[in-house]
């Protein structure tokens, strides 16, 4: 291996090809002679790297012998010397400790690399490349390796949605408002109206944005229909009608919340939202003309047969049910216990709102009061305090008042909700009962057929067109008994899924009405503090004598002596009633 012609090291870590010998710089540079003596010894110093240059001296050729083990313990090095002219620093490297020999590995490259490009093209004269070479060199004489980039997060992943698995994608999402309630209607026919706007990503519907008007009795026929058609679910159901106060503000806010909610958690239920009723409901602009239709072409049943009075078979009650399975009968003691202590809790939310409300009462009363002792007293040091005490007791009068109705619709609307919710539970399980004496009632029916065709068969009589006959009414039975047998199982079922369903959104529902019930009492009872450390500060400051100072009123001319702020005018109107 020649080393002058080559140029290359003698380990071979950058491969050379063997067919065509590129010049050496010596012999094309014979002028510089003078500056390559100086670069020679830091060649010599990083003789191991493949970009380090050969030394100028006489040139020396060696031939390549196979590497050993034994001449680790040479003490010039497992390299042996370089040449006759070898720079003064060589004997200091002798003394080193040797260098291991290191395996020999063999590079293959697909492209030729641009080392051995610009050795295959023209000489460069100056050294440019060489140059820029040592200068990316490290301190081994190793090339650095080209900057890496570092890796910048995506923005298109950064503002990408969050996956979700391949059901939930599937799956049609809602967002029910019910809003807008007005009185339509004379004095005999008035009611409220809802607005009821949906926005939904399922494809059955037109357009993914639409809003109907419905009255109350529409929520009702909505209930009932999903009710029949769904045996075994639990239809969360509308609010209970009320004769009196129907048009109070409180109520009808109360029947609203109500109402959208029972909606949301119907296009939430699995089964519920691909019922047909409640795409008519939601959807249809002539929605009492619809109904008429559909109720002409297909009868409701009666609150006996429904679904199960479709399979042609007896639903009536029969004997007294008893339930066979533990599980059903743990859970229906359970219910009981559940609806009475919520009846009890309802009770008690109620009074509260009452005692809320006569508070309320007490301090708009005591402010009347205080305003009517201010006016008697001539001194302004007792007359302002007296009448901004009056001021802070209609504050809490309206804090009482507007935290009574938060209360209602907060935690009271949820009680009143799983109340009803326990009812719908309880016609499901009515429902499975009904199913149980379905079934019963056509084995009943299928051992008549059988003990009729058994009659006609030891009789011996050569009947066979009756015989054919019973024989067809005795498939038919069984066929009764196995639809009867296999409804009531799926009812089963399906009531398990349900329970386990109400029990899941019970908890989230009380937790949720329970924190926003505590956030709203200690927003309010902030308010007051609030409001009585003010007033405590305007106390303290005696000195000043515009702490209570009032803006002048002016006078009404219709009516002289009446302010025309709220308060004054609700001053008046206590004044006038106490004259």
Do not use: C
């Amino acid at each position: 291996m020649d080393l002058g012609e080559a140029g290359d090291s003698p380990w071979g870590d950058v491969p050379s090809s063997s067919s065509s010998k590129p010049p050496t710089f010596h012999q094309e540079e014979s002028s510089t002679k003078t500056q390559d003596a100086e670069s020679s010894q830091q060649s010599q110093s990083s003789i191991k790297s493949p970009t380090a240059r050969v030394s100028r001296g006489p040139i020396r050729r060696l031939v390549a012998q196979p590497t050993k083990l034994e001449a680790v313990d040479d003490p010039l090095g497992p390299l042996g010397p370089l040449g006759a002219n070898a720079p003064p620093g060589a004997d200091a490297q002798a003394d080193e400790p040797p260098v291991p020999p290191q395996k020999e590995q063999m590079v293959i490259r697909t492209t030729m690399p641009q080392q051995a490009q610009r050795r295959a093209g023209a000489a460069d004269p100056h050294r440019i490349e060489d140059d820029e070479s040592d200068r990316m060199a490290g301190p081994t004489g190793l090339k650095a390796p080209p900057p890496v980039q570092v890796a910048q997060p995506s923005p298109i992943r950064a503002t990408s949605q969050p996956s979700v698995s391949i059901e939930q994608a599937a799956k049609p999402s809602f967002y029910i408002t019910v809003g807008d309630p007005h009185k339509v209607g004379d004095l005999t026919s008035s009611h409220i109206v809802y607005s009821v706007r949906t926005k939904t990503t399922s494809k059955g519907y037109k357009q993914p944005e639409f809003e109907v008007k419905r009255r109350y009795r529409d929520f009702l026929w909505l209930y009932n229909t999903m009710h029949g058609n769904n045996p075994g679910v639990v239809v969360p159901p509308p609010p209970e009608k009320q004769a009196l106060n129907r048009f109070e503000s409180n109520f009808v806010e109360s029947r609203r919340a109500a109402l959208e909610k029972m909606l949301n958690k119907i296009a939430a239920h699995p089964t519920l939202q691909h019922d047909p009723d409640l795409k008519l409901f939601l959807e249809s602009e002539s929605f009492n003309i619809d109904v008429k239709h559909k109720e002409r072409r297909e009868p409701i049943p009666g609150e006996s047969k429904g679904f199960l009075g479709s399979l042609g078979v007896n639903v009536g009650g029969g004997s007294k049910f008893v339930e066979q399975d533990d599980w059903f009968h743990d859970r229906r003691v359970y219910l009981d216990a559940l609806e009475n202590q919520l009846k009890a809790l309802m009770k008690s939310m109620d009074t509260m709102v009452i005692q809320r409300k006569a508070m309320a009462e007490s301090a708009g009363e005591f402010s009347a009061s205080l305003h009517a002792l201010s006016t008697v007293e001539l001194s302004p040091t007792l007359s302002g305090p007296l009448d901004a005490l009056s001021d802070l007791q209609l504050t809490i009068r309206d804090v009482y008042d507007r935290q009574a109705q938060q209360d209602v619709l907060t935690f009271g609307i949820t009680i009143d909700e799983y109340v009803r919710l326990i009812g719908s539970v309880k016609q499901a399980f009515s429902q499975r009962q009904k199913a149980f004496y379905s079934w019963h009632s056509a084995e009943s029916e299928m051992q008549k057929r059988k003990a009729a065709q058994d009659k006609l068969l030891r009789q011996g009589r050569s009947q066979q067109d009756r015989l054919n006959q019973v024989g067809a009414e005795v498939a038919d039975a069984e066929r009764k008994v196995h639809q009867a047998r296999l409804l009531f199982e799926d009812m089963g079922r399906l009531m398990r899924a349900e329970l386990d369903r109400f029990e899941r959104e019970k908890v989230e529902d009380f937790k949720s009405s329970v924190e926003t019930f505590l956030e709203s009492a200690v927003e309010a009872q902030k308010e007051l503090i609030e409001k009585w450390e003010t007033f405590l500060m305007q106390l303290d400051a005696e000195d000043d004598e515009t702490v209570f100072y009032r803006p002048p009123i002016y006078s009404d001319k219709a009516n002289p002596g009446r302010g025309d702020t709220a308060v004054d005018r609700a001053r008046a109107t206590i004044d006038e009633d106490s004259d």
